[in-house]
Structure formats: C-alpha cells, structure tokens
C-alpha cells in the first residue's frame, strides 16, 4: 500500500483555528474568490500573497505562480478543485507545506496527490504533492452553494460505468483487474446511494459521507496505480466534449450526465442511477448541464477520432463499440426517456 502518504481528512468546524500558528507564517493563499471571502475575516494571518488562478493551462498558471513572491512557506488552497490543484502545483514547482481547505466537495481534486492542470484543453496530470492536513470544514463547505457540493457525487457515482469497463479492458487487453478492488469500489458506489437525502440536504452526514467516500476512492486508486477503479468512459464522453466546446462544466454534473449516457451504452439498466441522482438533487439533465442534443450526438460521434488521439486513455465501451450515426441514433433516444 503506497497511501500512507494520503491525506487524512480533518472534520469538523472552524478547522483554521486548530491548526499550529508556524503555518500561518510567511504563508501564501490560493483561491476561488467567493471562498476567500468567506473565510478571510477568520484567517489568522495576512497572506503574502492571496492568488485566484487565472487559468488552469499548466503554461500560464505555472507563469502566475512563478510571479508570486518568494519565500512563502506554506500554501493554502481555499476553494473547488482549481484552487486545490493550483496550491499544489505552487508546492510541486516552489517547495513549502500545503493545507487544503476545499470550499465544496465538488471534485476529488483537494484527496488526490496528483497535481491536475490542462494542456491545450485536455486534462494532464504533473507531480505529486500532499497537504499536511485536509481540511474538511463542514461551517465553509454549507456557505457555498449546495448545488456544488451535490454535484460532487459525480467523481464517486463514475463507479457505475467505470468497472464494466475495466471488465472489458481485462478480457479485451489483458488488462491488470482485482476482484476485490473492484468489490470495494462497487460497496463505495453502493454507499453513495444509500445517502441520497443527506446529500441533498447537504447535512455533516452528507457532506462527510462524500469525503469519506472520496477519501476512500482515492486509496483504493493509488493502490491499484491508476484511476481505473473509478473512472471510465463517462469521463472520456465529458472530455471530448469539452474538447470540442472549450467551456467549463460543473464537472460532477457532466459526469453524471455521462453515466446515465454511457451506462446506457454498455446495456445497464440506468434506473436506479436516475432516482438516485433525483433523490440527490443533482442537476444532471443536459439543459441544466447546459449542454445541447447536438452537441451529445456531435461528442458520441467524435468519440473515435478522440480515442485515438488520447492513448493514454484504458480500453472502455466506446473503444469497444465505436460509436456511429446509427447506434447514437438508438443511444439518445433511450437517453431522452429518462430525460
Ligand atoms: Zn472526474
């Protein structure tokens, strides 16, 4: 097990305050604005530097971090998954501690060592990098905006189709595939739908039960050595898609969306995955994902050349089954029923 170096998450409220004054030394800030504005007025110090990320194209973001200045010991990332991911690039190219506070539980981005940026739009990952403490704050994460916490399902309900595709990855590929791995990442899944009204209300319960489940999620990926566990092609549907329209989503939404999509593909019976996401509250539907039928049947049709491309991407069903104007045809009408 290579996760001894996880962060273990921190519960509970007013979690800034607990921790040893020498952080708050020379420390820098990295943020979303909104969540600095809801925790500035209790933070024990006055940052260096307080930093919004401009962009997360690993070029232009490694130039704004390198513009800070020097000597900051410890980097704070207060926000969603752009704040936590830009903190620790400051810590992979500039040294010091790093404590995360994630604003939301929108993404798993504040539970993972990997340091998440874009290259030309697509999703790259540099470095590894791991917080001294991951504060889960459960005062800040209710004073952000509960569709965004809700939408954090999405990283955790990608169970659902990714194993049926690394099902396929094995007996296609000879992919490397454990049982038991894959038993512990379905009972994570099963969790998360036994939580639907927590989570829609956003209590302690819900909102832990999603960093636990995050928390989770992430040992069980680094001891596999890659997101398999947890990922698949509902991921590379939302991908392509922003591939092609260059504009941001709520992730965990679009992954959502894409799971009902891509489970549909692969012949599940998508049911309890909608009622689940219902009962959860989540916007999932492609009006509020903001994404339109032509742009699903342009993605699902653009899909082979995009696989093809992104090699790095583990066999999944729409390698398995290239899509075409036929099978899209029959895809999206199944699709819009549950719509
Ligand atoms: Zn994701």
Redesign the pocket.
């Known amino acids: 097990m290579e996760n001894r170096k996880q962060a273990v998450p921190t519960y509970g409220e007013k979690l800034l305050s607990t921790l040893d004054a020498s952080y708050f030394d020379n420390c820098g800030v990295i943020c979303a604005q909104e969540a600095w504005d809801l925790v500035k007025d209790e933070f024990p110090a006055t940052p260096v530097v307080v930093m919004v990320p401009e962009t997360m194209e690993q070029s232009l973001l490694e130039a704004q971090i390198r513009r800070a200045p020097g000597g900051v010991k410890t980097w704070f990332g207060i926000g969603g998954g752009s704040a936590c991911d830009a903190a620790k690039m400051a810590v992979w190219l500039l040294g010091g501690r790093l404590i995360l506070m994630p604003s939301i539980v929108s ?2 981005a504040a539970f993972t060592a990997a340091v998440g940026v874009r290259v030309d739009h697509h999703v790259r990952y540099v470095g590894m990098v791991y917080p001294d403490y991951l504060l889960i704050d459960f005062d800040l994460l209710r004073r952000s905006p509960k569709r965004l916490n809700i939408a954090g399902i ?2 955790i309900l ?1 169970i659902f189709t990714a194993l049926p595709d690394w099902l396929l990855g094995r007996d296609v590929t000879g992919e490397k595939y454990s049982d038991q791995m894959a038993a512990e990442s379905a009972a994570l899944l099963a969790r998360l739908m036994a939580g639907a009204v927590e989570i829609r209300d956003c209590t302690n319960l819900g909102l832990k039960l999603i960093s636990d489940l995050y928390y989770a999620e992430v040992a069980l990926c680094d001891a596999h050595g890659n997101s398999r566990p947890e ?1 698949g092609s509902e ?1 590379y549907f939302a991908y392509c898609l922003e591939s092609l329209t260059h504009r941001p989503y709520i ?1 965990g939404e679009l ?1 959502s969306m894409a799971v009902v999509l891509t489970g549909i593909y692969q012949g599940q019976d998508v049911e309890p995955v909608v009622r689940f996401l219902d009962q959860a509250g989540v916007c999932w539907r492609p009006d509020q994902v903001e994404v339109t039928r032509a742009q699903i049947v342009a993605t699902l049709l653009a899909l082979p050349e995009y696989l093809k491309g992104e090699t790095h991407l583990p066999y999944g069903i729409y390698h398995h089954v290239p899509t075409t104007q036929e099978r899209v045809d029959d895809l999206l009408v199944k699709f819009y029923s549950y719509v």
Do not use: A, P
């Open positions: 993404v798993d999405g990283d990608s990922e991921h992730h992954i």
